[in-house]
T-cell receptor, first 114, second 115 residues
Framework: DGGITQSPKYLFRKEGQNVTLSCEQN?????MYWYRQDPGQGLRLIYY???????QKGDIAEGYSVSREKKESFPLTVTSAQKNPTAFYLC?????????????FGQGTRLTVV | DAKTTQPPSMDCAEGRAANLPCNHS???????VYWYRQIHSQGPQYIIH???NNETNEMASLIITEDRKSSTLILPHATLRDTAVYYC????????????????FGRGTQLTVWP
């Protein structure tokens, strides 16, 4: 079945360590997105990519980095520069077209930094 | 993109219709209304979207007022599994640039369906 997969579901890291969250999709979608969600809050955009080897900063990109070497993959690295990394991270993908298309979301990765 | 306003919480009896309101008074002519829902600790799930006509699919109905400044998502026969946070979002029709990237999800409405 086609879909978007995030791994792992839960992740624990020590403060000061970089950590990379995986996001893979086999939907042949062009666009991929990373959001962060804090308790009781909506989703905030971290980074997005509309094509391979290209990506743009979202609203809260500081302390994060991404790469888009393959269409199917859009990993997010949470660096030690991110002041409050503990959060629920969501990856999404979407088919780019002139028609309205909905976004498909992964099941999320809950990162806890101790 | 236009911002939206939703009540923080609502509840509904199982089997009854759940009507979730959304205000988007600053919506532009080319902005669509989208609804997503998020069950606790999962990714958001697309429900429905529309521009100005009412829409219906297997999950829900979307009623948009004539002036497009508000809309209502209707779950005709709510079940316990419909308990979730429901987000009303507006986004620009055209696909260029970062239209999805600028979606503002807000805090949504926590719908609780009780037996």
């Amino acid at each position: 079945d086609g879909g978007i997969t995030q791994s792992p579901k839960y992740l624990f890291r020590k403060e000061g360590q970089n950590v990379t969250l995986s996001c893979e999709q086999n939907l042949n979608h062009d666009a991929m997105y990373w959001y962060r969600q804090d308790p009781g809050q909506g989703l905030r955009l971290i980074y997005y990519s509309q094509i391979v080897n290209d990506f743009q900063k979202g609203d809260i990109a500081e302390g994060y980095s991404v790469s888009r070497e393959k269409k199917e993959s859009f990993p997010l690295t949470v660096t030690s520069a991110q002041k409050n990394p503990t959060a629920f991270y969501l990856c999404a993908s979407r088919l780019q077209s002139l028609m309205n298309t909905e976004a498909f979301f992964g099941q999320g990765t809950r990162l806890t930094v101790v | 993109d236009a911002k939206t306003t939703q009540p923080p919480s609502m509840d509904c009896a199982e089997g009854r219709a759940a009507n979730l309101p959304c205000n988007h008074s600053t919506i532009s002519g080319n902005e669509y209304v989208y609804w997503y829902r998020q069950i606790h600790s999962q990714g958001p799930q697309y429900i429905i979207h529309g521009l100005k006509n009412n829409e219906t699919n297997e999950m829900a109905s979307l009623i948009i007022t004539e002036d497009r400044k508000s809309s209502t998502l209707i779950l005709p026969h709510a079940t316990l599994r419909d308990t979730a946070v429901y987000y009303c979002i507006v986004r620009v029709f055209q696909d260029r640039g970062s239209t999805l990237g600028r979606l503002y999800f807000g805090r949504g409405t926590q719908l609780t369906v009780w037996p």
